[in-house]
């Protein structure tokens, strides 16, 4: 009689935000479960092997197992990346910076190692969103991610509009992003669309040294000095008065 392999565990690793060493936004048991392991899925495989050999892996980066999951990896491929866990072996996926499956393409392969049965262990480590939200000062209890907003300036700033009322209505803290050397024309933008009383948080390199975190509202951005905000990784919250 076989008796059938027992699937091993999916493990979500958090990795740095940057440069800052792990040990400052890592907890131990994290650092030393991620470099036990012999099997990663990784947004990017340079990314991943650079993290693992800063936390010093047991083995080797050579003779680890990577597969690649990011933006442009089919449906069809995902089930392959789950071979080794049905075959009873632990894997861990990391992602380019932070959590992943937040903002992240890992999260269809752990919704499918859901329904394969491959038991699911998120594990502690920063997200910028979440540490973002944190610092804001805004509304923690309603909040909504947006990912990008639209590149061209009519529909960006419609979408700036819809934002505002809707945070407006529902007292709810509004986060997005953009591409790094588009951040200033999105900073100007949301001081021309939306209005004085408006709360505008900019969270910029979060966890670094260089980390710029400032709750300020429209008006009182528009008296200071804009921050530079030029390729930095940055995080834009609005919350509008009712």
Request: a neutral charge; hydrophobic letters at 40%; proline letters at 7%.
């Amino acid at each position: 009689m076989t008796t059938k392999t027992a699937p091993g565990t999916l493990y979500l690793i958090p990795c740095t935000l940057g440069d800052t060493p792990a040990e400052q936004v890592l907890p131990a048991h994290v650092i030393q479960l991620a470099r036990s392991l012999n099997h990663y899925i990784v947004e990017e495989t340079k990314t991943a092997r650079r993290f693992l050999s800063a936390l010093k892996h047991e083995r080797p980066i050579a003779e680890l197992h990577f597969a690649t999951l990011n933006e442009h990896t089919p449906s069809s491929e995902l089930p392959a990346l789950l071979t080794p866990l049905l075959a009873g072996q632990d894997a861990g996926i990391i992602s380019e910076a932070g959590c992943p499956g937040i903002a992240d393409p890992g999260a269809e392969l752990v919704n499918l190692a859901h329904r394969k049965g491959i038991r699911v262990i998120p594990l502690v480590g920063p997200s910028s969103i979440l540490l973002a939200l944190m610092a804001s000062g805004m509304n923690g209890q309603c909040f909504a991610f947006h990912g990008y907003l639209p590149i061209a300036e009519a529909d960006r700033n419609k979408m700036i509009a819809s934002l505002e009322a809707e945070s407006t209505r529902r007292r709810q803290t509004q986060l997005f992003i953009e591409t790094p050397y588009r951040n200033d024309k999105l900073f100007d933008a949301l001081l021309r669309q939306c209005r004085p009383d408006t709360r505008l948080c900019i969270a910029a390199d979060i966890t670094l040294e260089s980390e710029l975190i400032q709750t300020r509202s429209i008006a009182q951005w528009k008296s200071q000095t804009a921050p530079e905000l030029n390729k930095r990784p940055c995080l834009f919250l609005l919350l509008a008065n009712p």
